[in-house]
């Protein structure tokens, strides 16, 4: 029996950009599932778990967030798209996704102070940020202890960022086979550490007023536009987190003064140029953890009055523990014709999710357990509709083989 969603805006057509011509309005979001190889290179269980994610026509699946750069990263077995090897493994990937009558976004990842240390010593990175503010005395004490403390990214470093994005996402695009790029500067990342005073204490141009904190950001989208089109762009954007340091609705100043103005940007370049969609995090969810009622501050609905593109919504729309309340879905996708949502934890035990949702089959409960470990186990052993799938002892020695 088709679920009270099948009505619904949901499952509704939409066109974003010029040509990603969607049959619904589920996307599955960028989930950080680490079965990359350690060199950061797409396997071939990373091809079947998106192959199996977009076998509706006309989905859109973004990746898993994916490093720019060597210099970006800071966490194993996180894919990158950077080099040759890396854009041919990923080119494998989106055809199959395109052979599936879907589409692929690119996710693109830079950590910034986020970064775990022990890996940036592994691999010879130095740790960067907006500024020499660490998130806590214990990440500043590991960084000295293990020589490479945090340092602000020069104006130089910061040029050199700015041409590489535009080459990275010539390359995710041309290469790699991405339909978009999306730029992440969500959730306390780098772009989000030059956004937040907090995190931000620069004198320079890169500095002080939200149009300076902004700037380095701006001038990232103007090169990517430059370079791929604006339909081929897009962002990711927190408000209201608090996580990697962030002030969430502490923030100084308020965070819907300091994000109304990067809103307010975006819409006047994608009149201009064009913008395939911006994501926003919703405030009951913080990072990968779902916030209690009464400690939910502030809401999004701000950013539609600023925005007038398509808006993907994201963040803890399923209550695992009330698997059939729908009621956050259908008032958002509801309120007007240019709202998609994103589903992530549920989409990672249920490859069919669509199809499950349209036609209100039972869903798999999710396991967050098994999030980052590096082998099949509780990644691509999780049953479609009416199939006998269950994952076995042998799934925990399956690791991923580089596709390229």
């Known amino acids: 029996m088709p679920s009270e969603l099948a009505n619904t805006n949901l499952f509704q057509p939409i066109t974003i950009g010029k040509s990603i011509n969607l049959s619904h309005r589920i996307v599955i979001p960028p989930l950080t599932r680490s079965r990359a190889t350690p060199d950061h290179v797409p396997t071939d269980l990373m091809l079947q778990h998106y192959d199996d994610l977009t076998k509706t026509p006309g989905s859109l699946v973004i990746s898993e967030a994916t490093f720019v750069s060597l210099k970006a990263a800071g966490w194993a077995c996180v894919p990158g798209v950077w080099s040759e090897q890396q854009a041919k493994a990923w080119r494998k990937i989106t055809d199959k996704v395109h052979a599936n009558g879907s589409y692929m976004c690119c996710q693109m990842w830079n950590l910034g102070r986020t970064a775990t240390i022990e890996e940036l010593v592994r691999e010879g990175t130095p740790y960067k940020s907006a500024s020499n ?87 990232v989208v103007d090169s990517i536009i430059a370079r791929v089109g604006g339909d081929r762009v897009a962002c990711r954007i927190s408000p209201w987190a608090t996580h990697g340091g962030m002030a969430g609705a502490n923030g100084d100043p308020h965070p819907i003064a300091t994000f109304s103005y990067i809103f307010s940007e ?24 779902t916030l209690r009622e009464e400690d939910i501050v502030g809401d999004n609905e701000w950013v539609y009055e600023i925005y007038k593109g398509d808006i993907i919504r994201a ?26 949502i994103c589903l992530g934890r549920p989409s990672t035990s249920n490859p069919d999710i669509v199809e499950k949702l349209r036609n209100g089959w039972e869903l798999n409960p999710y396991e967050r357990k098994y999030f980052y470990n590096h082998d099949n186990y509780g990644y691509n052993t999780f049953a479609r509709h009416g199939q006998d799938l269950k994952p076995t002892k042998e799934d925990k020695m399956i690791f991923g083989k580089p596709l390229a």
């Open 133 to 219: 503010i660490y998130i806590s005395k214990e990440d500043e004490q590991k960084a000295i202890k293990l020589g490479n403390p945090l340092t602000p990214l020069t104006r130089q470093e910061i040029k050199e960022y700015i041409q590489l994005y535009a080459d990275i996402a010539a390359r995710a695009v041309n290469e790699a086979g991405f339909d978009i790029v999306e730029i992440h500067s969500a959730h306390g990342y780098l772009f989000d550490q030059f956004f937040q005073s907090i995190s931000n204490n620069r004198t320079d141009e890169y500095g002080g007023s939200i149009e300076n904190r902004a700037r380095f950001f701006f001038e």
């Open 266 to 289: 975006l819409e006047k370049r994608r009149k201009q140029h064009g913008f395939a969609y911006v994501s926003i995090v919703e405030p009951r969810t913080n990072g990968s953890v």
């Open 315 to 340: 963040g803890d729309y399923f209550d695992k523990r009330n698997p059939s309340d729908f009621s956050n879905i259908i008032k958002d996708v509801d309120a007007n014709d240019r709202t998609l």
